[in-house]
């Protein structure tokens, strides 16, 4: 579709001669996603148009029960290193506008969202006004205002606070209009204006402002949240329980249906499986890792179904760029060494040889999981076709052999007296463990000696900076875990391999570039991306991004996730795999 047709197709859009769906479907067959399409229109003054509040009496739904087989360890959102952390968060706090199961962005606290029409899109792409919900209150009765938005933006920058946002709000600003009205202002235009900062769940100022920068962690409120959202605090033990009641002042009318709800965390991902799917114990149970054929038998219990949620979510293995057996100025994994085997370009080529993604999927994730040699999947048009994927102990073993690692009395391979010996840690769940088992047996085979850590999931995601075995400190060899894409758009999915973003003991570990790897040409690329305003040019950018990090061989993409929920027959949860499932607890209701 040529410029000229775009546009006129825009502007008959506009003057209803043209459904949105039928628009949205022919850019769809041309490679443009939904999402992109929908922001075309939203910058064109074209608003999607939104469902009328749920009519009816606020309440009267009971209690509704949720199994996390890992509980959230802490609620303060700007600190939430894992998806537990995030989906416990989404309870209380709300932000901006989130992103619905079909990737339309739907205002929050937002009065609406911000067009070329209503002079919420400036023409030159460097800026956005919101208009704020007025009469909405934080669960204490106090005020939400544009203060309120503000302040979080200056909470995260602060380098002291070390928030895991901080990146969500690098090159822009935020300011204050009126009570009602923020602007943001990018440092430069912004092709993606919603970026991830309008996802942010939003924290009182008045609560926290006392605590900023050094002291972020000690606000009483990191426990007990105050937030916007439909349930307010109850009862907090991390990693163990979860409480909340409705919020009766709760800004959208006729919501939430719920009266109660309780969160409860622990077991394993088969046991929360089996509490909804078999038992009925729970009402939900979320990331179930857990084989298909399982979930299958389960299902036939007959007390819930299996939900798979289109998202983004890449579960993949991470070679260390840096040494974490040596320590630079006190610290190990320091940015500043390099690992001692995996500078070796034969040694990563052997060990991506030596990961068996088809049968990792037929033999544990089956429908939970495609395989694929890309870190970037979804939406499609990001999908690149460069990279390629091959299971061969053979062609492993003759990389080794030809880059001088010899076999030595053992079986295992060295060379200049170093032998070829990893240490692969993941989280504790089945499925992570049987791919850590099916990867060390073809290792061995090739002469590599593979030592597996299981770390319980609530230590292995968490931010304690005292603790060695949080993913975010990589002190191992190898490591696996899923990252979700968390937006449509994969700018936030592709910083975990800036170096701006590398995890570090100066940044108390909270950064998203768990392996240290850098490029100067991703580096490059990513900047590019951040600023093109053409689709196609930027589309071409992460493509190549994915390309520099998966060809490098540092990260070996695995299985392409969808979420995968366990829900009772009768709960009505609107689950989008843009967002945390948690995030539309507000229009979570139950059968008759």
Known sequence: MKEAELRRAVEAVREGRLPRRRFIESLAALGVTAPMAGLLLLDAGVAQAQPAPAPGKRGGGGPLRLLFWQGPTLLNPHFATGTKDEEGTAVFFEPLA????????????????????????????????????????????????????????????????????????????????????????????????????????????????????????????????????????????????????????????????????????????????????????YDYAWNLQVEDEILKRLENGGKGRV????????????????DPAAEVDGERASPKSQHPLFSDPAVRQAVGLLVDRAGVQQFIYGRAGVPTTNYLNNPQRYRSRNTRGEFSIDKASAVLE???WKRGANGIREKNGRK?????????????????????????????????????????????????????????????????????????????????????????????????????????????????????????????????????????????RPDVAGLANKLVAPLSGWDNHLGSLADWTRRA
Not at 307 to 322: D, K, P, R, T
Not at 483 to 500: I, K, N, T, Y
Not at 528 to 534: F, G, K, S, T
Request: charged share 25%; aromatic share 12%.
């Open 98 to 281: 989130r992103w619905d199961p079909e990737g339309n962005l739907v205002p929050v606290l937002a009065a609406e969202l911000p067009s070329r029409d209503n002079g919420g899109l400036s023409a030159d792409g460097k800026s956005v006004t919101w208009k704020l919900k007025r009469g909405v209150t934080w669960h204490d009765g106090t005020p939400f205002t544009a203060d309120d938005v503000v302040f979080n933006w200056q909470y995260a920058s602060d380098t002291a606070t070390a928030a895991v946002t901080a990146g969500r709000y690098l090159g822009m600003k935020v300011e204050k209009i009126d009570a009602a009205t923020v602007r943001v202002v990018f440092d430069k235009p912004a092709p993606f204006w919603p970026g991830s900062y309008s996802s942010v769940r939003l924290i009182p100022k008045h609560l926290h402002a006392a605590y900023g920068g050094a002291k972020s962690r000690d606000a009483p409120a990191n426990l007990k949240p105050v937030g916007t959202g439909p349930y307010k605090f109850v009862e907090f033990k991390p990693g163990d329980l979860l409480r909340a009641e409705l919020y009766a002042g709760y800004h959208q009318p006729g919501k939430p249906y719920f009266d109660s709800l309780e969160l409860k965390g622990g077991g394993d991902a088969p046991s929360a499986a089996r509490a909804v799917l078999q038992t009925g114990e």
């Open 307 to 322: 939900a798979f949620v289109e998202g983004g979510a890449i579960e993949a293995i991470l070679l260390n760029h840096a």
């Open 402 to 404: 030809a880059a001088g």
């Open 420 to 560: 070829l010996t990893l240490l692969f840690q993941t989280s504790t769940n089945a499925p992570r463990q049987k791919t850590q088992a099916i990867f060390k047996q073809a290792a061995g085979k090739a002469g590599i000696e593979v030592e597996l850590k299981a770390v319980v999931g609530s230590v292995f995601f968490s931010s304690d900076v005292g603790n060695p075995d949080t993913y975010g400190k990589f002190w191992a060899d190898i490591e696996m875990y899923t990252r979700s894409q968390g937006l449509p758009d994969p700018e936030r999915l592709m910083q975990a391999f800036c170096s701006w973003e590398i995890s570090s003991k100066a940044n108390k570990w909270l950064r998203v570039n768990l392996n240290r790897w850098r490029s100067d040409d991703y580096d490059q690329a990513y900047r590019a991306a951040e600023v093109e305003l053409d689709p196609v040019k930027r589309t071409a950018l992460f493509i190549r991004m994915n390309d520099l990090v998966c060809n490098d061989g540092y990260v070996i993409p695995l299985v392409y």
